[in-house]
């Protein structure tokens, strides 16, 4: 069984840079062929997709977000980071990892992980 489950500290005060960790069990991250995601959703919004890096290390990011964004892994750890800098209170939301499964056609979330609540404020 798949689990995943988000880290990092819940208050952020803006221009720092906002650091997430996903840990991994149940499945390595290096397996064919999966890429591990960021998504967050901001109060009262949708779900917002920020970038993943697939199971071979290629990293892939959101146009919108790709010039503040990192995601990077600790393979001996089995741990995915998310590092968004200059932030700002727009990026206040609940932010989750996930095990993503990507064809050309479509796109399948099959693990989340609970969800971490991150707040941009002085």
């Known amino acids: 069984q798949v689990q995943l489950q988000e880290s990092g500290p819940g208050l952020v005060k803006p221009s720092q840079t906002l650091s997430l960790t996903c840990t991994v069990s149940?499945?390595?991250?290096?397996?064919?062929?999966?890429?591990w995601s960021w998504i967050r959703q901001p109060p009262g919004k949708g779900l917002e997709w920020m970038g993943a890096?697939?199971?071979?290390?290629?990293?892939y990011y959101s146009p919108s977000l790709k010039s503040r964004t990192s995601i990077s892994r600790d393979t001996s750890k089995n741990q995915f980071t998310l590092q968004l800098s200059s932030v700002t209170p727009e990026d206040t939301a609940v932010y989750y990892c996930t095990r993503t499964a990507a064809t050309e056609r479509t796109l399948a979330y099959d693990y989340w992980g609970q969800g971490t609540q991150v707040t941009v404020s002085s």
């Open positions: 890096i697939r199971y071979s290390g290629s990293t």
């Open positions: 149940g499945g390595s991250i290096t397996t064919n062929y999966y890429y």
